[in-house]
């Protein structure tokens, strides 16, 4: 067990739909990681959290959004869902977010967009 | 621009055989590289971290800077380490990763 927790498990939706994904980092992370793991695409990464502040960016589409709270857990907002947009999507957490430290994944939350 | 390849999407090796799993990065700086291990799409776990040195589950990796690589190895693979491997650059960057199959 990471100590990184994710919901929910699986979920499946329509395209159009709009669903959250959340994510607890490990006690004492302040920094909180997105990807999303679709089987043509790999391991993306999307977006980096430190401690209530956007610290990075990456493959992020405009129709998702992501957010830390100050209690440190994150939400991912994924809207006009597409078939496209079925996949893993993994949060992670480390305790500064520097590019040194540890990342520490969840479980995931399985995506299926019908 | 920073960039991890693992020039190989599958590799298959019999029980018992060496090992090596490629990862070659391309970064301005000191680069801090990660091996991460998935097994059956669970959640990525970590496997080594150049600055440690140390070896988990039999596996070590030496970063080369002069050919910019991370190279993962084993000297003699065992039926569990099939999974899939991700080489990866700080928290952002991340290999398209390798599938480890090894045979019976």
């Known amino acids: 067990d990471s100590g990184v927790t994710q919901t929910p498990k699986h979920l499946i939706t329509a395209t159009g739909q709009r669903v959250t994904l959340r994510c607890s980092p490990r006690?004492?992370?302040?920094?909180v990681y997105w990807y999303q793991q679709s089987l043509d695409q790999g391991l993306q990464f999307l977006i980096q959290y430190y401690n209530g502040e956007e610290r990075a960016k990456g493959n992020i589409l405009e129709r998702f959004s992501a957010q830390q709270f100050p209690d440190l857990h994150s939400e991912l907002n994924l809207s006009s869902l597409e078939l496209g947009d079925s996949a893993l999507y993994f949060c992670?957490?480390?305790?500064?977010?520097?590019?040194?430290?540890?990342?520490?994944f969840g479980e995931g939350s399985w995506l299926t967009v019908v | 621009a920073q960039r991890v390849t693992q020039p190989e999407k599958l590799l298959s090796v019999f029980k018992g055989a060496p090992v090596e799993l490629k990862c070659n990065y391309s970064?301005?700086?000191?680069?801090?590289l990660f091996w991460y291990v998935q097994y059956s799409r669970q959640r990525l776990q970590l496997l080594l971290r150049?600055?440690s040195r140390e070896s988990i589950k039999g596996f070590t990796a030496d970063l080369n800077k002069g050919e910019t690589s991370f190279h993962l190895k084993k000297p003699f693979a065992q039926e569990e380490d099939s999974a899939m491997y991700y080489c990866a650059l700080g928290g952002m960057r991340f290999g398209a990763g390798t599938r480890l199959t090894v045979k019976p």
């Open positions: 006690s004492g992370d302040l920094s």
């Open positions: 150049h600055i």
């Open positions: 992670a957490s480390s305790r500064t977010g520097e590019s040194g430290n540890t990342i520490y």
């Open positions: 970064y301005s700086g000191s680069p801090e």
